[in-house]
């Protein structure tokens, strides 16, 4: 695996090592010890699915407190994935990273805790897997709003409308929200 720093120190592109031929391919998706020598010495407690529509756009979430590290990927479809450090006492607090996560291009990325996290689906029929390193709880959740000017996300809507759940309408501006230390 080939695991790539992002401008905010936290986040994690992992490329998988992919073995393929005319039959298919194989890769390693998670792997203990070669997460923990990268630095990433992570346990996870639970797993997640979810398949979108085109246009579909989910977050930014979060929990405080329970704060959740996530390991995220498509395994069908696409997605502009989203990261938003929103750690009050972090030197990167309010800027974002963004990247595409594909079943064609196979990347991973390690959201850590303190993230917000939020995707747009820019194909029909996306998978989008995650594992978790805390139980969901829903008296920790809370929303971020993904069209905050503060953020300033550059999300890749050419053509498209966001469709929004009634949590993500209801998302607060990072002003008014809840934040970790």
Known sequence: MRFIACEIPGPVIIEPKVFGDERGFFLESWNRAAFAEAGLDLAFVQ?????????VLRGLHYQEPN?????????NGSVFD????????SATFGRWIGVELSAANRRMLWVPPGF????????????????????????AEHCLRWDD???????PL??????????????KPLADCVLPE
Do not use: M
């Open 116 to 139: 917000a996290h939020g995707f747009l689906t820019l194909e029909d029929k996306t998978d989008f897997l995650y594992k978790c390193t805390d139980f969901y709880q829903p008296a």
């Open 82 to 89: 989203v990261a938003v450090d929103i750690r009050r006492s």
């Open 67 to 75: 704060l959740q590290g996530k390991l995220v990927r498509v395994v």
């Open 149 to 155: 000017p503060a953020l300033a996300i550059d999300w």
């Open 47 to 55: 797993d997640n699915h979810s398949r979108s529509s085109r246009g």
């Open 158 to 171: 050419q053509g498209l409308t966001p469709e929004l759940s009634a949590k993500d309408k209801a998302g």
